[in-house]
């Protein structure tokens, strides 16, 4: 039977007992085309007829009326009924004599070239999906090379203290809080360099990793 399917590498066979449809695929991108419903010419009836006649002959019986319903979409008529199909489908996609798939002419053929665009790509569409590939990239690589965080004080050296008696909020530099004079190096929070990030202690007055006075 592959020999009547010649112009896609797949089919779905919606063929049922009242009749025989097929759905061809485009080899490139899947796009389907729906052959016209052929009514079985047999008709499920008289295969009924004949399953229910076996199912009470005996021996075999359900053997033979299993094969009377499998031929009510099978058999001689199906494979004549997928030929037609097959004729019909075929008006509906082209075949690159390159590399042989049929496709949508749609969406995968190259009408200037006659070939398909898996083999002969359109220049303008391939030129546009270089271009946005591109942009991506360098914006990808610009955004990269920009330093989001410059400004961001990770090591929270210019965080705002808070007094440990009355929690006002204390600016780096005050060594005493505006509200009720508590000297600063009794805060709990701790100091750090505004040069270098080094921790200081509270007695210290110049920073003992680069000498920078303490605020």
Known sequence: MSNLVQFVANYDDLSTDK??????????????????????A??????????????????GGAENAAYHIQRAVGGKAHDEALQTAVSEGKQQFKQCTRCGHW????????????LCEDCAPDEQEELRAQQAQATSEQIRTKTREQDYTKSMDFLNRDALLQCQSCQTKLA??????????TPATAQTQPRHCTS????????????????TKAG
């Open 172 to 181: 780096p530099g005050q060594k005493f809080c505006p509200s009720c004079g």
């Open 196 to 211: 270098c990030g080094e921790s200081l202690k509270p007695e210290q007055k110049f920073c003992p990793g680069c000498g």
């Open 19 to 40: 009749g025989f449809q097929f759905k061809f695929h485009c080899d490139k991108c899947r796009n389907g085309y729906m052959s016209r419903f052929q009514p079985n």
């Open 103 to 114: 496709v949508c002419p749609d969406a995968c053929w190259n009408h200037s070239a006659g």
């Open 42 to 59: 047999i008709g499920i009836a008289g295969s009924l007829l004949q399953a229910a006649s076996s199912l009470f002959g005996g021996l």
